[in-house]
């Protein structure tokens, strides 16, 4: 049973077990379970009357079973974090050549120091960077550098409906906003990014944009949107024909596909599947080559499909931060021979390719 314990902007939470400032957001309290939030409501709303509109049919229980059961151990400590962010309006909104809210003119010193405080709470910061009332979080992605791989090689965003599967933080979509598109859907399991998220959405809490903590193979063949994007999602994939089919089914005919992942150099049979791990990391199943990625997007059923892009990841666009202060790709190169990860497998090559649908 879920009982409504209160609302609104500004307004002092009690409950048995928590007291908390309420944002931008609604709480919900679910008998005898964890705390949940109400920050989907507005996307239902926003739906119920578009091409999306098929998708309340299986989303909203799954975001209430979500809320129940798959909470990550620091979510109640992330919600109070968020809860304190101060309540400032940026004086301008910046989303065409970088991801920026307000300057630091727009906020005391004391509350910058405070907001920097709180968000250094979400470490690692991945994805980005963000710029926010004069406060630069310098992620340990150069995002802004894919962005202008990709941006220049896909259909006008102006007026369309988005989806981007795997979006992290959200970084990619505030530049999708930032094109004019008419709604920006992102779909992402990581809890940690949903609250960097919703950090940069207590900012500018705009209506179009909306990240939803649902994995893609939740997503109802909702054969709506006008462009997809995924990126940096393939080569985590266990099945990557099943993930293309499954990112086809979400786009209406006609619509196109933006696809950026992980290749290797060579020819329609060429396939890397690493050992546990590549560059360290290990979920990787497939790296394809570009002929053989094409191959794959054409027996699935796209059309008109371009190879836009290919460039190796350098060590300026990934490396840590102040905001992410793990290891970073130096460390999962071979340190005598760059060209090779640390597993002796070819070094980071990332290309796009755009198809239609
Ligand atoms: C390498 S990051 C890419 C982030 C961003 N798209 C970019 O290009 O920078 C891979 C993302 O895929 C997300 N992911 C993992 N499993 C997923 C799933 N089942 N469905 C959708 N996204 C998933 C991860 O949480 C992560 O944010």
């Known amino acids: 049973m879920v009982s409504f314990i209160g609302i609104g902007i500004g307004i002092g939470i009690f409950s048995s077990s928590y007291k908390l400032e309420a944002s931008n957001s609604q709480l919900l309290l679910i008998s005898g379970g964890p705390l949940a939030v109400n920050w989907f409501n507005d996307f239902y709303k926003h739906i119920a009357d578009s091409p999306l509109s098929h998708w309340l049919e299986v989303l909203p229980a799954q975001i209430a079973s979500w809320q129940k059961e798959q909470q990550h151990g620091d979510f109640t400590k992330w919600i109070k974090l968020l809860s304190k962010l101060p309540e400032i309006t940026p004086s301008s909104i910046n989303l065409q050549n970088k991801v920026e809210f307000g300057h630091a003119s727009d906020i005391s010193e004391y509350a910058q120091k405070q907001v920097v405080g709180l968000l250094k709470q979400f470490m690692p910061w991945r994805k ?49 906003l930032g094109e004019e598109a008419k709604m920006v859907v ?138 992410m202060d793990g290891q970073s790709l130096s460390d999962f190169l071979d340190p005598n021979d760059q060209s090779k990860t640390i597993e002796g497998y070819p070094a980071p090559l990332r290309a796009v390719l755009v198809a239609e649908c």
């Open 128 to 176: 980005g960077p963000f710029h926010l009332f004069g406060i630069h979080i310098d992620t340990e992605w150069r995002s802004d550098w894919k962005w202008d791989r990709v941006q220049p090689h896909i259909q006008p965003l102006k007026n369309r409906y988005v989806l981007d599967v795997g979006c992290g933080s959200g970084y990619h979509m505030w530049r999708m």
């Open 186 to 323: 992102g779909a992402d399991p990581s809890q940690l990014f949903l609250m960097q998220f919703q950090a940069m959405k207590h900012f500018n809490t705009d209506s179009r944009i909306h990240l939803l903590p649902v994995g893609v193979e939740q997503l109802p063949e909702l054969k709506a949107f006008d462009t997809v994007f995924s990126m940096g999602v393939l080569y985590h994939r266990r099945s990557p024909i099943d993930f293309l089919y499954q990112l086809k089914n979400q786009l209406r005919k006609g619509g196109e596909l933006v696809l950026e992942t992980l290749v290797v150099e060579g020819n329609e049979t060429t396939v890397l599947m690493p050992g546990e791990r590549y560059a360290q990391m290990r979920n990787v199943w497939y790296l394809p080559s570009t002929a053989a990625l094409t191959l794959w997007m054409q027996r699935v059923g796209f059309k008109n499909i371009r190879v836009v892009d290919v460039a190796p990841t350098s060590l300026e666009e990934q490396r840590a931060t102040q905001w």
